[in-house]
C-alpha cells in the first residue's frame, strides 16, 4: 500500500498538475492523467530510481458511449523490479485525438495503440503505424465501439428452410 | 517366396474397377488439420485411442494440404479465416471432401454477428453436416461413415 503512495507523491513532485484523479478499488490504484501529460509522465515513471516501471503489459480502451469524454484509454504499468502494479488512465474526447504515443518509453506500445485504434478507433497521436492487426484488412469500422452493429442473419428452421435456403450464398468447387 | 507359394492357386477375382477404387478412397481418407475452437478437442479425442479413428484409415492428420483428401472444419469460422480456408481447400487435390463439423461451421451456431461466417459453406463445398456443441466423437464418426456411404456411390466420372 505504501508503494501506491509513494507513486502519487513522487509523481506530484516531478509532474505537478499531471494527476488529474486517483482511484481505488479492492487494493489496485488507479491514477487519471491529463492527455498531453501521459508521455512525460510514462517516461518519468519507467526511469525514476524508486519506481522502475520497466514493462508494460497492455494498453487498453473503453467506450462510455452516453457519457462524455466517450473514450479512455488505460495503460497497465508492472515494475518488475518492484513487484507493483499500476494503471493510469487518460479520457479522451475526441478519438481521433487521441493520447500521445509512448512508442519511445515502450516500444510494445506500437502493437498494443495499434490493436487499440483497430478495435476501438482510437488513435494515438505520433503512432505512424497504426494498421489493420486483428481483423481484416478491408475491414471497415472499429468493432469494440458501443454503435458498432452487430450484425445477424435470419436462422435456418425448418418452416422457413427453403427460403433461406434459395437466398444463402453456397460455394462452389 | 510369397503368400501366393502358401496358400496355393488363389484363382481370380472381379470387381467393379469404381467399387474398389472408391473403397480405396474410402479408407485411406487423410484429413487436413483444421481445428479452429472447441470442436477441435472432440476431434483430436476422436482420432485418440479412445475413438480411434484409424479404424477408417484415417488416423494421419496431414498439416500440408497436398497430402490431405479431407476437411473436417471443427469450429466457428471468422471473417478473417475465410480466405485462408478457401486457400487451403483449392490446394488440395481432387478427389477431396469437407465435413462441416459442429453447429458453428455448419451455420453460424450462437455466434449469429457480424465476425463469424453463418456457416462454412458460404466458402467451400460441405458434403457432410455433424451436428452438436460439439459434438461427440460417436457424432463425428457417424459423419466420417455417412461420408463413406457417399463417396462409395460416387462415379469415376464425376472427379474426372
Given at each position: 500500500?505504501?508503494?501506491?503512495?509513494?507513486?502519487?507523491?513522487?509523481l506530484?513532485?516531478?509532474?505537478?498538475?499531471?494527476?488529474?484523479?486517483?482511484?481505488?478499488?479492492?487494493?489496485?490504484r488507479?491514477?487519471?492523467?491529463?492527455?498531453?501529460?501521459?508521455?512525460?509522465?510514462?517516461?518519468?515513471?519507467?526511469?525514476?530510481?524508486?519506481?522502475?516501471?520497466?514493462?508494460?503489459?497492455?494498453?487498453?480502451?473503453?467506450?462510455?458511449?452516453?457519457?462524455?469524454?466517450?473514450?479512455?484509454?488505460?495503460?497497465?504499468?508492472?515494475?518488475?523490479?518492484?513487484?507493483?502494479?499500476l494503471?493510469?488512465?487518460v479520457?479522451?474526447?475526441?478519438?481521433?485525438?487521441?493520447?500521445?504515443?509512448?512508442?519511445?518509453?515502450?516500444?510494445?506500445?506500437?502493437?498494443?495503440?495499434?490493436?487499440?485504434?483497430?478495435?476501438?478507433?482510437?488513435?494515438?497521436?505520433?503512432?505512424?503505424?497504426?494498421?489493420?492487426?486483428?481483423?481484416?484488412?478491408?475491414?471497415?469500422?472499429?468493432?469494440?465501439?458501443?454503435?458498432?452493429?452487430?450484425?445477424?442473419?435470419e436462422?435456418?428452421?425448418?418452416?422457413?428452410?427453403?427460403?433461406?435456403?434459395?437466398?444463402?450464398?453456397?460455394?462452389?468447387? | 517366396?510369397?503368400?501366393?507359394?502358401?496358400?496355393?492357386?488363389?484363382?481370380?477375382?472381379?470387381?467393379?474397377?469404381?467399387?474398389?477404387?472408391?473403397?480405396?478412397?474410402?479408407y485411406?481418407?487423410?484429413?487436413?488439420?483444421f481445428?479452429?475452437?472447441?470442436?477441435?478437442?472432440?476431434?483430436?479425442?476422436t482420432?485418440?485411442?479412445?475413438?480411434?479413428?484409424?479404424?477408417?484409415?484415417?488416423?494421419?492428420?496431414?498439416?500440408?494440404p497436398?497430402?490431405?483428401?479431407?476437411?473436417?472444419v471443427?469450429?466457428?469460422?471468422?471473417?478473417?479465416?475465410?480466405?485462408?480456408?478457401?486457400?487451403?481447400?483449392?490446394?488440395?487435390?481432387?478427389?477431396?471432401?469437407?465435413?462441416?463439423?459442429?453447429?458453428?461451421?455448419?451455420?453460424?451456431?450462437?455466434?449469429?454477428?457480424?465476425?463469424?461466417v453463418?456457416?462454412?459453406?458460404?466458402?467451400?463445398?460441405?458434403?457432410?453436416?455433424?451436428?452438436?456443441?460439439?459434438?461427440?466423437?460417436?457424432?463425428?464418426?457417424?459423419?466420417?461413415?455417412?461420408?463413406?456411404?457417399?463417396?462409395?456411390?460416387?462415379?469415376?466420372?464425376?472427379?474426372?
Open positions: 500500500m505504501e508503494r501506491h503512495d509513494l507513486v502519487v507523491q513522487k506530484r513532485s516531478a509532474l505537478p498538475e499531471a494527476i488529474e484523479e486517483i482511484y481505488d478499488f479492492r487494493g489496485e488507479t491514477l487519471f492523467i491529463k492527455k498531453d501529460k501521459i508521455k512525460a509522465v510514462c517516461q518519468f515513471l519507467r526511469d525514476d530510481e524508486a519506481l522502475q516501471y520497466n514493462f508494460l503489459s497492455d494498453i487498453c480502451a473503453d467506450d462510455l458511449l452516453p457519457e462524455f469524454p466517450r473514450f479512455a484509454v488505460s495503460y497497465h504499468l508492472y515494475s518488475i523490479a518492484n513487484q507493483h502494479y494503471r493510469l488512465r479520457q479522451v474526447e475526441d478519438p481521433d485525438d487521441g493520447p500521445e504515443t509512448v512508442a519511445s518509453v515502450w516500444p510494445v506500445a506500437t502493437w498494443l495503440e495499434m490493436e487499440v485504434w483497430d478495435l476501438m478507433g482510437v488513435r494515438c497521436v505520433g503512432n505512424n503505424s497504426l494498421r489493420r492487426l486483428f481483423l481484416p484488412e478491408d475491414w471497415q469500422g472499429h468493432p469494440l465501439r458501443k454503435d458498432y452493429p452487430l450484425g445477424y442473419e436462422v435456418q428452421f425448418s418452416f422457413n428452410y427453403e427460403e433461406i435456403d434459395a437466398k444463402k450464398p453456397y460455394a462452389r468447387d | 517366396m510369397g503368400i501366393e507359394q502358401k496358400l496355393g492357386d488363389l484363382g481370380v477375382v472381379t470387381y467393379r474397377l469404381e467399387d474398389l477404387v472408391n473403397w480405396g478412397r474410402t485411406a481418407m487423410w484429413p487436413i488439420l481445428g479452429l475452437a472447441c470442436c477441435a478437442i472432440e476431434m483430436m479425442s482420432q485418440a485411442s479412445h475413438y480411434d479413428a484409424s479404424r477408417f484409415g484415417m488416423e494421419l492428420n496431414r498439416p500440408s497436398r497430402q490431405s483428401d479431407l476437411m473436417i471443427a469450429g466457428r469460422v471468422s471473417r478473417k479465416m475465410g480466405p485462408v480456408i478457401r486457400r487451403l481447400y483449392d490446394q488440395m487435390p481432387a478427389p477431396k471432401w469437407a465435413i462441416a463439423m459442429g453447429d458453428c461451421a455448419s451455420c453460424g451456431g450462437v455466434f449469429n454477428n457480424y465476425a463469424i453463418q456457416g462454412v459453406d458460404e466458402i467451400i463445398p460441405v458434403d457432410v453436416y455433424v451436428a452438436g456443441c460439439p459434438p461427440r466423437p460417436e457424432a463425428l464418426i457417424d459423419g466420417i461413415m455417412t461420408l463413406h456411404e457417399r463417396v462409395r456411390g460416387e462415379r469415376l466420372k464425376d472427379w474426372a
